[in-house]
């Protein structure tokens, strides 16, 4: 019996990962985290008969507390100590930003496999969490389906033989627009293709969550960003591809459903059965791929620009993304004005080197600041 926490349990991971947990008899459930959600996270852990809950909310905890006779831990602290509580086997990291980097150093420290959801965790710690994983023997299981892709693939093959990466986009709600000047929140939130949260599906229609995928696998991959590659597939069928040294090119395909990463993740090294329909290639009928556009979608230019200067710049980026992604979420921004935020940030915070964790701290706060002060210049009076 495998014990799993999860962390994030009330957004979209991690209710997918409460299902392949369910159908899962060698998976249980033994710890929930969540932010505000606590009506959500308490009926979660009578479902599953967990007995020890977080939420970072302290309002929310209180009144957890009130109405749960369970263990409730308090505060983002709580989040963390709650790792330490339950004795986890695997903590499957479903946090959303740059808040969820605390909980993977954590379980990394303690020795913990972690089951990586949270993409902030390498675009802002990339070298130092991968370094902390390879001290402790921890390992680091990627829930992204393009790096869970790209983790099976690059897995079957020996050391030297994989010369390029292909990460797949599905281009967005926007693909072959030239003009974004005019986008509503609506139409941001409108994927075409995956159902997931506010943030990170604005962050797909700009193609900056595919920029911080290419700095994930850099890490995640040991992989140079000049063998690095997005392109953009529309059908989401082909997950990401590998380029070999005798020109052979392999690839990773299914529907998209968050359970099959999921479950890979939770079950490494061993595979399960995942209720969903084996890919029918002749429905399909047709695979199509073409080339991105930097120019228009500005921030997947300025993730690899910021991935290519590392130290501080990834953390930078990623702080102006989700002050910039939010002002936009609340009307404050227009959509143009998310990159615009962004590459302003960078330029008044040039790369500087990190040999800490606070290191990364510090300039979130700082590049949080600046971000929130350029947004309130585009913010219509």
Request: proline residues 6%; glycine residues 10%; negative net charge.
């Amino acid at each position: 019996m495998r014990k799993v926490l999860i962390l994030g349990s009330t957004g979209s991971i991690g209710t997918q990962a409460l299902e392949v947990i369910e159908a899962s008899p060698e998976l249980r459930a033994v710890g929930l985290a969540a932010g505000r959600g606590w009506e959500t996270t308490v009926a979660q852990a009578r479902e599953h008969g967990v007995e020890a809950i977080a939420l970072a909310d302290p309002r929310a905890a209180a009144r957890a507390a009130e109405a749960w006779d369970g263990r409730v831990l308090v505060g983002e602290e709580g989040v963390r100590e709650l790792i330490g509580a339950v004795e986890p086997d695997l903590v499957l990291n479903g946090i959303v930003g740059a808040a969820g980097l605390a909980s993977t150093v954590v379980a990394l420290t303690a020795g913990i496999d972690v089951a990586l959801a949270n993409k902030e965790s390498l675009v802002l710690g990339g070298e130092l969490v991968m370094a902390l994983a390879e001290a402790t023997g921890a390992r680091l299981l990627p829930v992204d389906s393009e790096h869970s892709a790209l983790h099976q693939l690059i897995g079957a093959e020996a050391p030297g033989t994989v010369e390029r990466l292909v990460v797949t986009a599905s281009g967005g709600p926007f693909r072959g627009r030239e003009d974004l000047s005019d986008v509503s929140v609506a139409d941001a939130l409108a994927h075409p293709t995956w159902k997931m949260g506010g943030r990170i599906t604005v962050d797909s229609a700009t193609l900056m969550n595919k920029g911080f995928e290419v700095i994930e696998a850099h890490h995640l991959f040991g992989v140079p960003f000049e063998r690095i590659e997005v392109v953009v597939h529309p059908q989401s069928l082909v997950h990401s591809l590998i380029q070999l040294v005798d020109g052979s090119t392999l690839a990773h395909l299914g529907y998209p459903d968050m359970r099959v990463p999921i479950s890979y993740a939770l079950h490494f090294p061993d595979r399960a059965p995942v209720d969903v329909p084996p890919l029918d290639l002749a429905a399909v009928g047709a695979l199509t791929f073409e080339e991105p556009d930097p120019e228009t979608f500005a921030c997947l230019r300025l993730a690899l620009e910021a991935g290519r200067a590392g130290g501080t710049a990834p953390t930078v980026l990623n702080a102006a993304d989700e002050v910039a992604v939010t002002a936009f979420l609340a009307g404050e921004i227009p959509f143009t004005g998310i990159p615009a935020v962004i590459e302003g940030t960078l330029d008044s915070m040039p790369a500087r080197s990190v040999t800490h964790f606070d290191d990364l701290f510090t300039a979130d706060a700082e590049a949080r600041r600046r971000a929130d002060a350029l947004a309130r210049e585009l913010t219509p009076a």
